[in-house]
């Protein structure tokens, strides 16, 4: 259920309607637009009665949302979400392209300092790496933990890239939001519920990959997750899925792109590393990603990839990220989009 | 790795090999068979050197294990694992097909024991009902949490029948374990490696659903994730896989029973009501699964199912629950099984 | 669109209403029932006017069909149809398991008698053999042709066994027709539609099996363009459907066996033979086909399928296929079956 | 088997290894490169003796080719393959993207000269439309069969634009081969091993569509049976493949351009109309194909789609197809290609 309110509704009259939702036992959620705000209406205990909320003053009508998705749809707010990063310029959705590399795993903190020093030199504004690892087998390697956290905040510091990294339970979520700038959900955990609502509660940007067989509303629905616990910066992330085809680790399903665009205001990146699992094809996607109008590309970079604990195959190296940047930027006119190159930080904030 | 011990070899050569290797800073696994025991080795640190193991007393060979799985393997122990329920003479595994039964949610004290009193009745050992529900939505019924497991706890006492449910994540997972005798993981929490490695320090047994694009390896990887932290007492589950096919829910992947069967000592049940979706394929797809050699049926049943809170389109009448017994008692001795019904429950221990 | 004529309606009168129909462009295709007839209106030219066709006498209803296959709907004919051959107490559904077993390909005279002949005695009805392969690659072998088409003929006059074989086109269809007994319409032919309306101009009844990755729908509807053209016997068949799964060479979807028999009337066999491509999996799927409610197996046989010049991994030998059948005829009373075993042949028809 | 002429190989030395190859059984295939001449062998018979080869003038080496594809495999030809049309400069393969566009089927004279007319002028060099239509339901339009295909042949004399169109049996494959330029293989019949064949003798390109299932291999496979009778052009097409995901109608799969690329050196085209069965996604998915590398595009276009007797939903209108070309021209450098407007034609050659 959705209460769109008048153009004119003054800020107590939007308190009130919400005061009014909560009162009932439900959780209200203010959504400001350019031209007015809608409240989305959750919760787990039936219907709301309509014929109150119509009669609140500023109410302009109430709307039975039919998607299972509410707060995540298009339909409760139509602009795009843009997620922006405070004392930095950097952003993710909007006109910028938001580029994230680095390696699959940080190693040690020699690896990590010399793939983010080139990265940040070719333009990278955040820098991705691992430190708990959600590995197949219980014998390989399981990431470095705190310790990694530690190094990708050093390397914040030092090169003002914002960091991207994935939690995979309660207790790594709570050192990743704590260290991290945006926290990552990987695609294994895409329908971890438990974890989702958690990292709902927090007050970082989620970016949220598909998980393997995952339509798009079930996509859409753990995003949904997130955002009804009160967190609204969810960036989803498309990552592959899984077919019959062997010629590529997984299919990417770049045709999500527009689908996500019509259907929720949310951000798309796409993972190209993943989504295909072969170095010489990261470049084609990535190109490909960006001219079907994705937000962004998260990709695996490595300076020396055949000595990678994870993913080397998979890992571009430092030259051809650059290349790609080079690529992507004159991709990004046809689409409305411009690339950015490093990373802006204000003074004042932290 | 894999130590394999002759089979006159002593407890004490036994116990010494396991301290070496646990010396080394790996872990030794021992693992009993009929004719002699083995001991798996496993760890995060890179090859043993198997030179020195050879050498030690009451060794026949060392054997380095291709497959990524090595606890889960049947090359590691030959015979049929057969979880056994203390006090009772219940079990999941060998030549007794195990019958799990109940509604998909426990929905209130009277709806659980109507239920559980009808399927005790033609002969269940095992009773199945969410407390804690993985629901795709945010806004659907997410179950009565540990109210249902003191209701379950109950039906337990006055039927006799062992108590199966799910845990979704730490927090579920120690009560789950404190209230039930088997603990379910979800197929979408399969990949969920920090719940399983939790799961694999507890005493009780696991039963691991098939992920919706789960390869067979992946799955016993995931048996291997619990087995590795020590518990060796977990159940298979195949629940039906996703693919394009539209005319039921998921599809039931039959075939995997034999390929489990030929790389695993595991038992595997089958779950008809997730595998199909709808009721009327629920009884075909339980004969099959007895046909191709599953250990056991895991089957919702709803007294109302048309008021079920979850799932009600799959669940099946208590009449035809009783109609499914009574067709798998026919199936089983083609395929060398018998059908108990009921279960025993021996007076001493609880 | 569907006329359903009175119970009491004449001959006269059923053939009137047909003329009628074909009168105003369309092809009338009447299916007489065992209380009543119906008669499926089909064509490339819009619609019918129900008004005047529920005015001519005998016509009790006129029914619009919604679902796109019509001729292969149960709503169009309720009973089950059951294949039969002349001269013979062979068929397909009905109470009957039917059993087709023979060698992936007619390699020679010999071959195809030596396992003829252990088929014939372990009691199969249906003899099937290659002899027009449509295989992968143009360099494998690709079939004996019309000298396999004799050799089959001569196994029928000297066993009994109605012959299936698969015709790839035009040319081969004509020559099947004329010299076996069920034309085969392979997987990857489902939807070579202008192969199906020949073989549906033919009088003699096709077994489709269906494509790699069509649903349930595409399925019926390739039936349908077999009918369509006037002939009815059509005998559907399972053979695996392609997955992301890699345990077996294709995925069993054995869940479409109840979903056929609620929306149609025609048979349905399964092959375990592709449908698992391992001899290992043959048994438990042919066990769990029957189990789920097929009309039928239809497998490959081979006495040396080490020297097989195509599937000889799936082949199973005249041993196993002997078990099998007493396997499934253990099974068949569960469903309200029985497995004849050998074929009777009446004396005056060929 | 491949044999590589040495660099200075004269044709006479070619000639006679051809000759002893037909000799022995085989087919010779000679493929000229920019350096040097390479031979394909292919043939039903088993092996060749290498020795015997290797001794011959001229032969540099004898190369076992491991992939079941040889002809249309890069290690037979390293150059790219460009298929040209006589008496243009039209090009498919090479620096030129080619463009095909018109509607899913001639429909009447007024309708193809309508769109043919909109895109001519927008820059196509190539109409494709369609006179056989392989329609899933029996009672769809099927097409105006000869009447389509002479209108096209006025399109070509009037616009210029060659013409693709698709055949789907032998009867429809000879009048194609008469009247168009290019003959179009459906997905549905990628596995028309008959079809292939007939099409492997005419010499006209073929643009051979994967099928909803196809791998990489069996594609290129297809491909293989058509270059095996002695037709190498063959233009490859990717249109989406089946998976579980319900936001497009298929999906469609960019990864293969890079790994086509990879293995083999014909071009290949991507068809977003039928890779997404959506509108709006067919400019975001044509975007995305060339800058993946792809060779070309395909794609539905109608002035009228609410009108169209087939594929209206994707069919996209000529405004939106003259962006789209603008888009396109704008991609084409950034992967080192040009997107011509507009064919030339020479005014002696038809």
Redesign the interface.
Known sequence: MLVVMKAQATPEQIRAVCEYIEHLGFRAHPLPGAQRTAIGI???KGEVDRGNLEELSGVAEVIRVSK??KLASRDVKEEDTVVRFAGTDAAIGGRNLAIVAGPCSIESREQAFAIAEQVAAAGAQFFRGGAYK?????????GLGIEALRIMAEIRDRFGMRIVTEA?????LELVAEWADVIQIGA??M?????L?KAGRLRKPVLLKRG??A??E?FL?SA??VM?EGNYEVILCERG????????RN?????????VQ?LSHLPILVDPSH??G?R??VL??A???????ADGIIVEVHHQPEKALSDGPQSIHPAQFASMLN?LE??A???GRTLPRGIHVNAVVG
């Open positions: 959750t919760g787990n299972p998705y959600p590995r197949t087998s219980p014998y390989a390697f399981q995979i339970d309660s207790e790594s294994r955990n329908q971890n519920f438990s974890l609502k393997l067989s339509t798009l079930e629905m949904e997750y009804s899925v899984r077919t019959f085809a062997d010629h590529a299919t990417l399903d770049l045709s999500i792109i527009p689908a019509r989504g295909t072969r010489d094809s084609p996607m190109r490909a990603a960006v001219a079907a109008g690529e004159q991709i006119p046809v689409v």
